[in-house]
């Protein structure tokens, strides 16, 4: 006798008859905020996690990113964003978009605040957490609803790259956690691709791009190629007027970088001689300009090209030896990768090409 067979739950039809639950569970945070804050701040930090990967979201985020906000009030609270010009920083815009985000609070309050609003959330099984690791979790489904429920999705989005950028801004100890936090970073980057404003908003969508596309190369991220080229697009048209390196000029040399690192030596190459060309203009011991000569002679040592390598690089550690102090990190670095080039070989390379690299400054250092 052929048995009844209950016909599958369509993946649709199972997702709306969750989700439904799920608002039932943000309707009764709704009810509540109007006696207990915490609630309303447990709705808005569900929007953020959103817009993250949905695995792993740590309590160490938000800490460092309240820390660092104080730092960017103080040295960059009254910049005029067009006339500093540089996007190797990140503004007041992005603690505003992180405050609208979650928590505006006092700073000793937040981590209160975050525990009870984190603790709504786990009781209504929305979020997962992991008590060791200070770290919640959504499943894919609550992830997929609470980026479907978002009103005003810009802020959500923008919170998110902003609390990242943040957090992983002007603290080196951040840097080993950087392999754990790709993920997020890639989800919220690609979050931020259709994302158009005012120009204004232009930089400072940048300015988060930028730092958390650095954060994504320390990480091997596999798509920090492809979020540098559609950065390199957003910075091509920004107007600019005293920064000494045009914002796209970081971004060139940063997705250099990023091309060397995943084995596109060959466009890495002509990328760099672009901005090693630009930086000439720089004073000879400027360190945006010995940095990028630095990289073009470990692209030309990994494109084949010993010579011009040896050579480029016998110009950074001499200007490198005559400014900084043995044992300085930078000195260091470019001491060390010249003496493992030579050991590879015996001969004392000279190159024409090397040679029309000019390393006289121009105007103070100064772009015009």
């Not at 599958?8 to 945070?29: G, W």
């Not at 009254?78 to 978009?97: F, K, M, Q, Y």
């Not at 550690?317 to 470019?334: D, E, Y």
Request: net charge negative; proline share 4%; charged share 25%.
């Amino acid at each position: 006798m052929q048995k009844d067979i209950l016909p599958a739950e369509p993946e649709q039809a199972r997702y709306q008859t969750v989700s439904t639950t799920f608002e039932v569970s943000a309707e009764s945070l709704q009810r509540l905020k109007s006696t207990d804050a915490s609630a309303g701040s447990a709705l808005v930090l569900l929007d953020i996690p959103g817009f993250m990967h949905h695995r792993d979201v740590s309590e160490e985020i938000f800490v460092r990113a309240w820390k660092y906000e104080e730092v960017v009030l103080v040295e960059y609270g009254n910049e005029n964003v067009e006339e500093d010009g540089d996007i190797e920083h990140l503004s007041a815009w992005h603690v505003a978009r992180r405050r609208a985000g979650f928590s505006s609070s006092p700073p000793h309050e937040r981590l209160r605040l975050f525990r009870k609003a984190r603790a709504h959330l786990e009781r209504l099984s929305l979020v997962s957490l992991d008590r060791a690791a200070k770290s919640i979790s959504l499943h894919s489904m609550v992830h997929a609803w609470a980026r479907e429920r978002v009103v005003h999705a810009y802020d959500a989005r923008t919170a998110a790259a902003s609390t990242l950028a943040l957090s992983s801004e002007g603290d080196q100890s951040w840097r080993p956690f950087s392999s754990e936090l790709a993920r997020h970073y890639e989800s919220s980057s690609a979050s931020l691709h259709d994302i158009s404003g005012i120009q204004i908003e232009q930089w400072e969508l940048c300015r988060m791009l930028y730092a958390n596309a650095w954060q994504m190369y320390r990480a091997s991220s596999v798509l920090t190629v492809s979020i540098c080229k559609d950065l390199l697009k957003r910075t091509q048209d920004l107007p600019y007027r005293l920064s000494e390196n045009p914002p796209v000029i970081g971004v060139e040399y940063l997705l250099a970088m990023a091309q060397h690192e995943s084995g596109q030596i060959d466009e890495a190459v002509q990328m760099l001689e672009h901005v090693v060309k630009v930086h000439e203009e720089l004073a000879e011991d400027h360190p945006s300009r010995l940095a990028s000569q630095h990289a073009l002679a470990g692209a030309y040592q990994a494109n084949g090209q010993r010579a011009l390598a040896i050579g480029l690089l016998n110009r950074v550690v001499a200007i490198k030896q005559k400014r900084l102090r043995v044992g300085h990190p930078s000195r260091t670095v470019s001491e060390q990768f010249l003496a493992d080039m030579q050991e590879e070989g015996t001969q004392s390379p000279t190159d024409a090409s090397v040679e029309a690299l000019s390393l006289t400054p121009v105007s103070g250092g100064k772009l015009q």
